[in-house]
């Protein structure tokens, strides 16, 4: 058995305060590609996947992510998990 190619993989999280509506919000740090794996609400206390979440669910713009929601979550901030790949 041989390695053809080696993975890392990073999960890591960002802060972020939303918007009221939908709009792209400053991420420092985020590359296209990464994948938003959960959304947390710090005043809800909920946590959304996938489709449910209110943003994007891979990155499409560096240093930015995009809030696909025309919702209101600008009331607390949040935390984005993500999933980065790299070779």
Do not use: C, H
Request: net charge negative; charged share 10%; glycine share 12%.
């Amino acid at each position: 058995m041989s390695l053809q190619s080696l993975q890392l993989v990073n999960v890591f999280y960002k802060a972020v305060t939303g918007l009221n509506g939908a709009g792209s919000i400053s991420v420092p740090g985020v590359e296209v590609g990464d994948v938003i794996l959960v959304f947390y609400n710090g005043y809800s206390g909920g946590l959304w996947t996938g489709s449910a979440s209110p943003f994007e669910s891979t990155v499409s713009v560096v240093d930015e992510v995009q809030q696909t929601s025309s919702g209101n979550w600008s009331a607390a901030p949040s935390n984005l998990f993500f999933l980065r790949i790299q070779s």
